[in-house]
């Protein structure tokens, strides 16, 4: 039987936010799936694990049916019963109205993440909110330190087209690991090396499966890039790389930058990074000399006390040599302000009391346990309702954050796929639909698409979608928007209209539009995106957020990181994993086979001055806690330096806690966000 293939939208969590074509089988089965072979950026690829989709999608362990606690929170399925949807509704509303009874209506806490980028499933949960004046959520888990380090010196959150990658003569992917991460990166990567014999170049602390595959790899010691990058403009300044013409003509300060670079040159930016002085001018001399060079910014050297700083100095490079101007040429980290969308209808923000008081998502740790630094006078938060996201895994500080969650007096909701450990502290639990069962409509992170998806196959047992619970609770709480009574694709079709975009009917296929900016713009040749339209390499990071103490205006290296001391002498990185993507697939069969266990890579001299060998069982611990890895010989990074991928589930480690046991909340600066490529531990063995 000939089988349908019907296209779709990859929601996860992931830049390349990849047009798929879904094998059906039937009505509830779906077989292969691949990537749209007619989408340019796309172009046929997708990632082994979501190749391999129907083994989440037809998983055992999908959650059918609401259920209710009966027993013991944070323990397993056991403690829970079967209850049908009403009563698992009409439960929450009765408790989150009566938690607003006693503590008013920001003792209520809404949390969500991206599990699904999906603007109408992820974000509707904001419309409830705002609706019923509940606690904001300042997101800050992902992209609030990159946002910062890319505004102070772009200004605005674009720029040069992922596809012109592949016009390009030198590809440098800085802090990112796009053959794990983002693997669309890579298609067009390899034609700039095919068609232009562009080499690529790969800063990452450790050999990555990126840098593996890279022509050159600077593993520079984590938390150190901005030395890095004043090393090497000290370099184009002073050989004569430096686009003067250009930087009067584009920047804010050069002279300035000029004078501050003299005592930042290779020999200490070296003693900084632990790269060798010949690295730096080697590489500062290649990137001078090429005119199309293509900075393609990573999250993760953001995940940084210092990480804003450090991603802000990357930018400035291309400002120096002018490699802005020309096509395949400048820098790209994300796209977001390529999508000129009115989100008032979807995240009901016409009724948003600014009054309302906001909590850092990334310190839900210190929040749920009754910190004072994020209350304030405020009442604690006692109950939440939790949509596409896993906070027991994923954030910061674990073992507040359970300690948090077994609060007898906080109720919880978790609308979840799966029975994840964050379900697993949850007084009520909601099965989800996935993205194959739902309508949605997607921007994109690394391209310039703008995508539809309709639902392929019908629900999982009762699985139902976020919109459904959020209009369905809405009805039960008493409140009011336009958006309650709509549908998802009524929601799509008027916020395109709102936006002046054209309709679904008028998208390539019905699938996509591209919102690609013509040349002149996407280079910033008709100017940045700061007020004076010029790229400032004199950063005003007060003006960007609270935290900018220790942060220098000009670029440079910050030392307001985790530094290693006697106590803690070693830096620990703790960066995907290739099969996972943060916690999802981290139960799928294919994904664990293909990861084996939790392990930590250590430099081989420092595994021999430990007197382990690979294999072996290690502790890593800080103030925080500790937890047991086994070892794992770690070529290609410096000796002081530890990779911990991830996200393996909590259940996972010996002690039934996972690495975010030893991640911390403190708020990256100037503008929150988390931190967590950014901890010294100590080591030893177990
Ligand atoms: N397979 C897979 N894919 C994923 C994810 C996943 O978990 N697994 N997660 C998804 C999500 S939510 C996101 S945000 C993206 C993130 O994707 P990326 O942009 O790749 O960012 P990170 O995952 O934070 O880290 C990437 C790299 O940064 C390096 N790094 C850490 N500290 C430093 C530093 O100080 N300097 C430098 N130069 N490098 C440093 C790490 O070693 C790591 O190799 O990927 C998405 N895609
Ligand atoms: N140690 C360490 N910790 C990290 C990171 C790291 O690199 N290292 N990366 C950090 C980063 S960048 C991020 S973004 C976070 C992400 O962390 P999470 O937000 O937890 O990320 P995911 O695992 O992508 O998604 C969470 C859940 O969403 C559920 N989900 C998916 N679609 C839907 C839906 O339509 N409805 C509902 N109700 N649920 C759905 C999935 O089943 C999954 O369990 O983790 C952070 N934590
Ligand atoms: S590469 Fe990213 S967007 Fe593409 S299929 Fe894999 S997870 Fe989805
Ligand atoms: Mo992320």
């Known amino acids: 039987m000939p089988l ?8 996860h969590d992931c830049p390349s936010t990849c047009a798929l074509e879904v094998e059906r089988v039937d009505a509830r089965t779906i077989g292969r799936i691949r990537g749209a072979r007619d989408n340019s950026y796309t172009a046929g690829v997708v990632c082994a694990k ?39 509704l009409d439960a929450v509303a009765e408790a989150f109205l009566r ?25 509707g949960i904001n419309r409830l909110r705002h609706a019923m004046r509940y606690a904001r959520q300042i997101s800050t888990i992902c992209v609030a330190c990159a946002d910062a380090g890319w505004l102070a010196g772009v200004g605005v959150k674009r720029g040069v087209d992922s596809r012109e990658i592949a ?17 669309n990166v890579m298609t067009h990567i390899t034609r700039a090396r095919k068609e232009r014999g562009a080499p690529f170049v790969v800063i990452d602390p450790y050999r990555t499966p990126t840098a593996e595959v890279a022509d050159i ?47 930042r040159d290779p020999a200490w930016a070296a003693r900084i990074t632990g790269l060798s002085e010949q690295e730096i001018v080697d590489f500062a001399r290649l990137y001078g000399r090429t005119k199309r060079s293509f900075l393609r910014i990573g999250y993760g050297f953001s995940r940084s006390r210092n990480g804003s700083a450090q991603l802000f100095a990357a930018t400035c490079l291309p400002a120096v040599t002018g490699a802005w101007q020309y096509r395949g040429g400048g820098a790209l980290f994300a796209g977001a302000a390529l999508y000129p969308l009115d989100r008032s209808l979807i995240e009901g923000l ?27 006078d405020g009442p604690p938060v006692t109950a939440m309702l939790i949509q596409n996201t896993n906070p027991a895994v994923v954030a910061p500080e674990s073992l507040k954050v359970r300690a948090g969650f077994l609060r007898p007096d906080l109720f919880t909701c978790v609308h979840e796929q799966f029975f994840t450990e964050t379900a697993a502290y949850a007084d009520i639990v909601l099965p989800a639909t996935t993205f194959l069962e739902h309508d949605d409509i997607y921007t994109s992170g690394g391209h310039t698409h703008l995508q539809l998806a309709r639902k392929v196959v019908e629900p999982y047992a009762e699985a139902r979608p976020n919109h459904f619970v959020i209009c369905e609770l809405a009805k039960r709480l008493g409140a009011r928007h336009p958006g309650f009574a709509m549908s998802e694709w009524e929601i799509i079709e008027k916020t395109l209209a709102m936006s002046g975009l054209p309709s679904p009917d008028q998208f390539d296929g019905g699938r996509w539009l591209d919102m690609a900016l013509p040349f002149e713009t996407a280079h910033f040749l008709d100017g940045f995106g700061h ?20 942060l220098p205006d000009l670029p440079d290296h910050a030392e307001v990181i985790d530094v290693a001391t006697a ?4 830096r620990m990185v703790v960066p995907p994993a290739r099969s996972f993507l943060n916690t999802t697939f981290n139960n799928t069969p294919g994904g664990v086979a293909r990861e084996g266990r939790p392990v930590v890579r250590i430099h081989p001299d420092d595994l021999a001055a430990l007197g382990a060998g690979e294999g072996d069982r290690v502790r890593l611990g800080n103030r925080q806690g500790s937890v047991v890895l086994h070892a794992k010989r770690g070529e290609g990074q410096q000796r002081g330096v530890l990779i911990v991928e991830g996200i393996w589930p909590n259940h996972a480690f010996e002690e039934g806690m996972g690495i975010n046991v030893l991640t911390s909340a403190d708020p990256g600066r100037p503008n929150r966000g988390a931190v967590f490529h950014d901890t010294a531990v100590w080591l030893r063995k177990a």
């Open 567 to 570: 106590e803690h002498p070693f």
């Open 217 to 263: 790899h600077l593993a520079v010691r984590p938390g150190t890039d901005g030395a890095l990058a004043c090393g090497v403009m000290h370099v184009l300044f002073k050989e004569g790389y430096a686009d003067r013409a250009y930087m009067a003509k584009y920047t804010d300060a050069p002279a300035a930058l000029e004078a501050h670079l003299k005592s």
């Open 167 to 183: 016009e390009s003569d030198l590809v440098v992917m800085w802090g990112g690991n796009p053959v794990s991460t983002q693997v």
């Open 4 to 11: 349908d293939i019907l296209p779709s939208v990859c929601p």
């Open 99 to 123: 938690a607003a009874q006693r503590y008013g209506s920001e003792t209520v806490w809404p949390y969500y993440y991206a599990g699904t980028m999906g603007l109408v499933q992820r974000d």
């Open 531 to 550: 007020a004076d339209k010029r790229f400032h390499f004199r950063a005003n990071w007060p003006a960007v957020g609270p935290f900018h103490e220790g």
């Open 50 to 88: 979501v190749g391999r989709y129907a083994e989440r999608q037809h998983h055992p362990d999908r959650l059918a049916v609401p259920l209710r606690r009966v027993g013991e929170k944070g323990t397993d399925r056991a403690a829970y019963e079967e209850i049908s949807w009403d009563a698992a």
């Open 350 to 376: 016409d009724v948003l009391d600014p009054a309302t008081r906001s909590l850092d998502m990334s310190r839900i740790g210190p929040v749920l346990t009754g910190d004072k630094t994020d209350l304030g």
